[in-house]
């Protein structure tokens, strides 16, 4: 398992995903990566990892996180390759 995989998933373990974030427009799944994300810290380096953590396919996890910036919930910082995903 991927180093940040694994913390992620320790840190949905340890917090569990707790479904008081679902708000007006937001699914369940979005609400989980949101979570997810405060879990590890704020930051998402490996959207991947994300949905093998949370049993979701890359593209969904993409899909749904362009979706939340939409929301205004993440945004997207530096590049492609070094960038990161952060909660706004």
Request: hydrophobic share 45%; aromatic share 6%; charged share 25%.
């Amino acid at each position: 398992m991927h180093f940040v995989q694994a913390r992620v998933k320790e840190a949905v373990e340890h917090f569990g995903l707790v479904p008081s974030l679902e708000q007006e427009g937001m699914s369940k799944v979005q609400s989980r990566i949101l979570e997810a994300i405060k879990a590890g810290g704020g930051r998402l380096y490996f959207a991947p990892d994300l949905g093998a953590t949370l049993g979701i396919s890359r593209i969904s996890v993409l899909r749904n996180l362009h979706a939340l910036v939409a929301m205004g919930k993440l945004r997207r910082v530096g590049s492609r390759k070094t960038g990161y995903w952060e909660l706004t």
